[in-house]
């Protein structure tokens, strides 16, 4: 089992930064792949990063890339989202999520693929 718990998220203006953490327990989070979503009020939850158990390979979704990086320090048990020049459209709750199986490197940007999820933090950008 894996539980994690985000932080980071808050109220920043349009073109601001800010750093989501994850923090997770349980002895599998360093053999798991690693995401992270959002929703936005009456959207599906959206991929927007993951970085693969050993952390060497990220990807990211479109509307994303060059903004965000995504990043995990397995001596802390701790997945990072670091968001730069954000924007209005960006505002959302922000989750993070574990891969259901361990040492999977593939599939790793459906939702549905991921077994365990935090319980989100929002991220509210206002111009």
């Known amino acids: 089992q894996v539980q994690l718990v985000e932080s980071g998220g808050g109220l920043v203006q349009a073109g601001g930064s800010l750093r989501l953490s994850c923090v997770a327990s349980?002895?599998?989070?360093?053999?798991?792949?690693m995401g992270w979503f959002r929703q936005a009020p009456g959207n599906s939850r959206e991929f927007l990063a993951t970085i693969s158990w050993r952390g060497g390979v990220t990807d990211y979704a479109d509307s994303v890339k060059s903004r965000f990086t995504i990043s995990r320090d397995s001596a802390k048990n701790t997945v990072y989202l670091q968001m730069n020049s954000l924007k209005l459209e960006d505002t959302a709750i922000y989750y993070c999520a574990a891969h259901a199986r361990q040492y999977e490197i593939n599939s790793l940007r459906q939702a549905s693929e991921y077994a365990y999820w935090g319980q989100g933090t929002q991220v509210t950008v206002s111009s």
């Open positions: 349980g002895r599998t989070f360093s053999s798991r792949a």
